[in-house]
């Protein structure tokens, strides 16, 4: 299949989905967890999961820690350029871990396990095997878990990489951005080639089944054909199994060291776009397949093969081929997802440390799903993970009628397939190669409670 027509794309087009809107990974979406989900509710959800002790489990656990900040920077994250504040934040993981062991009771095998950050090497080698073992003594991974961290390359020596691989890390993600001087200097994060392409090398002669890169484009000074050179160098030099290609977000009202990045010239807009587009068009020609959103994969890898197959399922951590009914968070910030509702860590790391050392699992907010959440969800799980929707499915999991329930939605999609992003059939819905990049906005006729008033700038990213 051609996945891509380029020149199907024009500012016009670009000015008629360019809005703020949700990236789905969860519906409903984060802004609508409410204080009212606390602990009680979440042990309710934890019991419910530990009802079913064969399906399978994933586990997040989120390292807030960076050496130092990087101005474009939009994660929760604790700069400490001195050592010193992880080691009562591995004390509070094992009681967290503790606490979510006891509630799980024989729900304790983990088909998937993700570090993220901050910088989940920030901690030393010896504070990764501590806090490895913490998890894997009380939950440990099936035989074909897949164990991923994501590193800073500047900060993460050939002597993390073998203790990761001894530990069982079997996946990498690394962050890259983009790699001209000037860029780097404009968003403070100097990362030579020769670094990365040195830690990619390392991780993989030792055995590391996939390497991602993350690159970032919106950046201060960046340029498509400035851009085009980065991805051609990752291509050639680094070979990447998967690529993120994340679209910058300029939110200095939640951000505000982004301030930093004001004065400086920054495309937006169709510019903007036109970056992603040709980063795009480097990553078809090089043979790897666009999964959707900002992900690309290699032919041969297991996302790819999954797109096919209908095997790709969405989390908090993004795309991925593992299948969990159940996803628990561990950290501060970190979100679950147990038993129908979704529960979030306390953000702040000092009160996330006095929750859990007073006993508490440190919920601060969530959401129990209704089942009208749950049909609503499933149909733009399917359209983001399986590029559109069979009524079929539909009417027998949920016994609706599914274009009578949805013709509100249908309608609003008329003008979409008008454009040639979607098709609608009698029997479904296909989203076509030019709206594999406008996937959020086909969701967002679904979306019960999407934000439409002008507030809605400031909740959420821009969709294109
Ligand atoms: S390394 Fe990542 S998490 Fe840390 S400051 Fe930079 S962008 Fe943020």
């Not at 968003?187 to 089944?209: C, D, H, K, W």
């Not at 590029?387 to 999609?413: C, N, Q, S, T, Y």
Request: hydrophobic share 40%; aromatic share 8%; charged share 25%.
């Amino acid at each position: 299949m051609a996945e891509l027509d380029l020149a199907a794309f024009s500012p016009e087009l670009l000015a008629r989905y360019d809005r703020p809107g949700p990236r789905y990974t969860s519906y409903p979406t984060a802004p609508q967890f409410s204080e009212d989900f606390g602990e009680e509710a979440y042990r309710k959800r934890l019991a419910g999961a530990a009802r079913r002790p064969d399906e399978p489990l994933s586990m997040y656990v989120h390292v807030p820690f960076c050496e130092h900040r990087c101005t474009y920077c939009g994660c929760n994250v604790v700069i400490s350029p001195h050592r010193g504040p992880e080691v009562r934040y591995l004390d509070a993981v094992e009681r967290e871990l503790d606490l979510l062991a006891e509630a799980l009771g024989p729900r304790r095998t983990l088909d998937q396990l993700h570090w993220g950050g901050g910088t989940p090497t920030y901690l030393s080698p010896e504070q990764c095997t501590r806090l490895f073992a913490a998890i894997t003594s009380r939950f440990p991974p099936g035989e074909r878990a897949e164990v991923a961290l994501e590193i800073d390359p500047c900060v993460t020596t050939a002597e993390h990489l073998e203790v990761l691989a001894g530990l069982g890390f079997n996946r990498v993600s690394l962050g890259l951005q983009d790699l001209d001087p000037r860029v780097q200097e404009a968003v403070e994060r100097i990362q030579p080639m020769e670094l990365t392409r040195a830690q990619v090398e390392r991780a993989r002669a030792l055995g590391f089944s996939s390497v991602n890169v993350d690159l970032i484009y919106g950046l201060p000074h960046q340029t498509a054909e400035g851009f085009r050179e980065t991805v051609r160098r990752v291509v050639a030099e680094l070979a990447p199994d998967r690529v993120a290609c994340f679209s910058y977000a300029h939110v200095p009202w939640v951000k505000p060291h982004q301030r930093r990045l004001e004065g400086l010239p920054r495309a937006e807009g169709w510019e903007k776009f036109r970056i992603f587009l040709t980063a795009a068009d480097e990553f078809l020609a090089a043979g790897y397949r666009f999964i959707g959103f900002d992900h690309f994969a290699r032919p041969d890898d297991a996302l790819s093969r999954a797109l096919d197959e209908g095997g790709i399922h969405r989390n908090f951590m993004g795309y991925t081929v593992m299948p969990a009914t159940d996803q628990v968070g561990v950290g501060p910030t970190s979100i679950g997802d147990v038993d129908g509702a979704f529960a979030a860590n306390e953000r702040n790391l000092v009160r996330w440390e006095r929750a859990v050392e007073a006993g508490h699992l440190p919920v601060e907010r969530g959401l129990v799903r209704t089942p009208e959440d749950e049909l609503r969800g499933e149909v733009i799980r399917s359209i983001i993970c399986t590029l559109g929707v069979r009524w079929e499915r539909i009417r027998e999991r949920f016994g609706v009628d599914p274009v009578a329930h949805f013709a509100e939605a249908l309608a609003a999609l008329e003008p979409l397939a008008g454009d040639g992003l979607v098709e609608l059939r009698p029997d479904g819905l296909a989203v076509t190669p030019l709206g594999r990049f406008f996937l959020r906005n086909i969701c967002m006729p679904f979306d019960a409670h999407l934000d439409d008033s002008p507030a809605a700038g400031t909740r959420y990213s821009r969709t294109v």
